[in-house]
């Protein structure tokens, strides 16, 4: 798997990474899912995996347009969670979320928005995502990187697909599941 | 004026009598060529008769105004080809011109004449001639120049389909100091060749000192003939193409080429100067070169005393700043577009809404010349189409209805605007129904948007609220246009958007009155940053009536409400910590902000005050939605991004409770 960081890193040349925006490493990948030098295939689905809490998850590289460094944000007066603040990307004010309400996992964002907000820790990043209602924003603890399943490849989640999660990356250790970003925006 | 018809001063009888003459020899050139009127006599006698009626009306001669107005009104729709030049018309016409003639002299001479001839012309009605399909829609336009044609432009584009002759698209440029003499003598070099339709903006040009132009010429002569039109000056020359439909008509059978390319693609969002304000923007230019010239001198005049030498400098920066906060309101003026072209949408709108909807309907609109930023009449129309459309289906009653409440059948929306300072004020206002608020009611408790209890007790100005929330649509059936649950809580967030505020007053059985107050500019907004628990927002100035040392003292009504007595008159106010609930700070609430939206008032007590900033605003976007208080973000500084306070929302919810519906995911 020597090849996993550099293929990475070209797959996220279109991101607007900045040299201070480098990833922590990348987790091994799983031999079983993954051909590293092989332009992405119709038969192929690319995911990005992160890290929240101890958990592991993934959402479809395809719906990422961006990847940013946590920020602090601008607050939104009276806003309920999930919805964490909004951030202004290019002249576009993007709501930012915190997605692990909707995975039924205690939240680990520290306060991001106001006078009073911490400094967000050095692996924290923002998932810009387009939805159907415009760009959006995910705040996940750590990015770990990009893997290729094929088609039909993930594991049926245990006791069947619910709500947003699709499936589960297979040979993944402690289970990655992989979710509907729109879903977790619901 | 008095009801004897005081006999009017000599500058008016020698001005209307030489104007109606000039009208009388154009309208008989106009009969010589009745089969395929000149455009520009057309034109001109178009003007003459409103100059006439602007005459009249001037000096109170309501008689010839009346007169001229009946014929300036059947002169517009022959220029616009909606009605044709007959015979009987024309004597009709001319007959006109007799009695302005003698009414300038003798104003009680032709009164009731007068009188039964603006009767007689405007009755001259009929039915739309078009038939069939708008040849029109088969040329090749691309849509944002379509967009910008006036009706003028696209009639005369129609003819020159209809003579079977082709319409050209000319890319040219011009130097931006003569071109203004340089389109004139192009027009006077087409004459008999072609006819130069529409003048549209271009693309940028590659030089700066030149402008570019799309031009729009209607012509049956062949390609040579029209290079040699544009002898000498570049310029991209083609046929716009015409799409074949069944009926293959004459004008297939030109040469074929596509408008691809987006060669005009510099006219979607584009804007119409006025010359001399370009010329003026120019003068600007000019004086800020001499400033970079003084200054260069400066750089050369070291050998001066240092002293001397900073006094230059300083006086040579103070002109500077002076110009380009002159060049600043010119290129805000320059923006301003009169709403003229969204209120003639909106006519067509309604005639085919109307027509859908099965209702009659007449759509009247003042104020049609006020100047608001073209951004805000973009971003205006959407809302005006869905308030338009609000009134037509659920405000005008069917005609069989407003008979049975004496009301004339045909209903009656009106369309105004007026500016007030910085501000423009917007109503749409219908004789319908009015509001049903008990529908309203009931509505709510259906959607879960109030409980009973609340609904009950709730005023009409409170359910208002309500009507402008998220999913509310009384629609009992859903029509083709609205009704399908995207309300008005649309328009309101668009409004917001836009600075603006809206609100509804219906009075019940007589109708219902929109009301959009917008600043007049969009380019930026002035804002007045405050501080509040360590937070700052932007209050739009337009709605800051005060600013004022608070020293927390207030009173307290029965109701609970704090007010505070402000140059004589007792308002409500509050603490916008505490109305977002943010965390309170021990040096808190030293400010007052009175702000205003019409005849309201409310103190926003606040911390800091931080100055004023041009702000350039950017709406929340559709994920969030309506955030009740804040109608958008600007950014400040450096990446610093500050939410602008939605004054109109505020109003609402201090003076009618808390809001319905929190932001939320």
Same mark, same amino acid.
């Given at each position: ?186 | ?114 009188? +039964?001839? =603006? /009767? !007689?012309?405007?009755?001259? $009605?009929? @039915? ?5 399909? &708008?040849?029109?829609?088969? *040329? ?124 005009? +693609?510099? =006219? /979607? !969002?584009?804007?119409?100067? $006025?010359? @001399? ?5 120019? &003068?600007?230019?000019?004086? *800020? ?127 105004? /605007? ?248």
């Amino acid at each position: 798997m020597s090849e996993g960081p550099s293929s990475l890193e070209a797959l996220l040349a279109r991101f607007r990474f900045r040299p201070d925006e480098e990833l922590d490493g990348t987790a091994p990948l799983p031999a079983s899912a993954v051909e590293p030098d092989r332009e992405a295939g119709a038969d192929e689905l690319q995911l990005l995996t992160f890290g929240l809490g101890t958990g592991e998850y993934a959402v479809a590289l395809g719906t990422v347009t961006e990847i940013l460094r946590a920020r602090t944000l601008t607050e939104i007066p009276r806003a309920r969670p999930p919805l964490l603040g909004v951030l202004n990307l290019r002249g576009t004010i993007t709501p930012v979320y915190d997605p692990s309400l909707r995975l039924g996992l205690p939240s680990t964002v520290p306060p991001c928005a106001g006078p009073d907000c911490d400094r967000p820790p050095r692996p924290a990043r923002i998932l810009v995502v387009r939805t159907a209602l415009g760009p959006a924003g995910l705040w996940v603890d750590r990015v770990r990187g990009v893997q290729r399943v094929r088609n039909g490849g993930l594991e049926r989640p245990k006791g069947g697909p619910t709500g947003g999660v699709i499936g589960v990356l297979p040979g993944a250790e402690g289970g990655c599941s992989v979710v509907d970003p729109e879903w977790l925006l619901r | 004026m008095s009801p004897r018809s005081d006999r009017p001063p000599p500058e008016f009888s020698s001005e209307a009598v030489e104007t109606a003459e000039a009208l009388g020899r154009n309208l008989l050139l106009l009969e010589r060529t009745s089969a395929d009127p000149d455009p520009e006599v057309l034109n001109s006698v178009f003007r003459q008769a409103h100059s006439l009626k602007g005459l009249a009306a001037t000096f109170g001669q309501t008689p010839m105004a009346e007169l001229a107005h009946a014929a300036e009104d059947l002169l517009d729709r022959f220029r616009l080809g909606k009605a044709r030049l007959s015979t009987g018309r024309l004597d009709l016409l001319l007959e006109a011109v007799e009695l302005f003639q003698r009414l300038a002299e003798d104003p009680s001479a032709a009164v009731e004449d007068a009188r +039964a001839l =603006a /009767a !007689r012309l405007s009755s001259m $009605d009929e @039915a739309p001639e078009r038939m069939g399909e &708008d040849p029109l829609e088969r *040329l090749e336009l691309q849509p944002e120049v379509r967009r910008v044609l006036t009706e003028f432009e696209e009639h005369r584009l129609r003819e020159t389909l209809r003579r079977g002759e082709l319409v050209w698209s000319a890319r040219v440029e011009y130097p931006l100091d003569t071109f203004d003499r340089d389109l004139e003598q192009l027009k006077a070099r087409l004459r008999g060749v072609g006819e130069l339709v529409s003048t549209l903006p271009g693309p940028a040009a590659d030089r700066l000192d030149m402008l570019s132009f799309v031009l729009l010429v209607g012509s049956g002569a062949g390609e040579p003939a029209l290079r040699a039109v544009f002898a000498g000056a570049p310029v991209e020359l083609r046929p716009v193409a015409v799409r074949k439909e069944r009926r293959p008509g004459p004008e297939a059978e030109g040469p074929r080429s596509t408008t691809e390319g987006g060669e005009a +693609a510099g =006219a /979607a !969002r584009t804007l119409r100067v $006025d010359i @001399a304000r370009l010329d003026a923007l120019m &003068d600007d230019v000019g004086e *800020l070169r001499l400033i970079g010239e003084a200054i260069r001198g400066l750089s050369d005049a070291r050998e001066q005393s240092p002293r001397a030498w900073t006094v230059e400098l300083l006086r040579e920066q103070r002109r500077l700043v002076r110009r380009l906060d002159i060049l600043q309101d010119r290129l805000l003026q320059a923006r301003m577009v009169p709403l003229r072209p969204l209120f003639d949408r909106m006519q067509r709108l309604v005639r085919r809404m109307a027509r859908e909807a099965g209702k009659e309907l007449v759509l009247e609109t003042s104020g049609a010349e006020v100047q608001i930023d073209k951004r805000l009449v973009e971003e205006l129309s959407d809302p005006l189409v869905h308030l338009v459309r609000n009134a037509i289906d659920h405000g005008i009653e069917p005609a069989g209805l407003r008979e049975g409440r004496g009301k004339p059948r045909a209903g009656r929306i009106l369309l105004s /605007a007026e500016q007030l300072g910085a501000r423009v004020v917007l109503a749409l206002t219908d004789d319908g129904g009015g509001v049903d608020w008990a529908r309203v009611r009931e509505v709510a408790i259906q959607r879960g948007l109030l409980d009973e209890d609340r609904a009950r007790a709730a005023t009409d100005r409170e359910l208002q609220a309500v009507l402008f929330s998220p999913g509310f649509s009384t629609a009992s059936s859903v029509s083709a246009m609205s009704g399908r649950g995207v309300g008005l809580d649309v328009v309101k967030t668009n409004i917001a958007g836009l600075s603006g505020v809206i609100d509804v007053e219906s009075r019940a059985g007589e109708g219902a009155t929109f009301r959009i107050t917008l600043p007049v500019t969009l380019a930026t907004v002035r804002g007045l940053l405050v501080g509040v628990s360590g937070r700052v927002y932007a209050v739009p100035l337009s709605s800051v009536l005060d600013v004022l040392a608070h020293d927390g003292r207030h009173g307290v009504t029965d109701d609970g409400r704090r007010m505070v007595p402000v140059r004589g008159y007792n308002i409500p106010v509050v603490s916008l910590a505490e109305t977002f609930g943010l965390p309170r700070r021990a040096e808190g609430g030293a400010y007052l902000v009175v702000v205003g939206v019409a005849e309201r008032r409310l103190g926003l007590v606040v911390d800091a005050l931080h100055g004023q900033r041009d702000l350039v605003t950017q709406a929340l976007g559709p994920r969030l939605g309506q955030v009740p208080g804040i109608s958008g973000a600007a950014e400040v500084g450096h990446h610093h991004t500050v939410l602008v306070l939605d004054v109109g929302a505020l109003l609402d919810e201090v003076l009618r409770g808390p809001p319905l519906l929190v932001a939320q995911a």
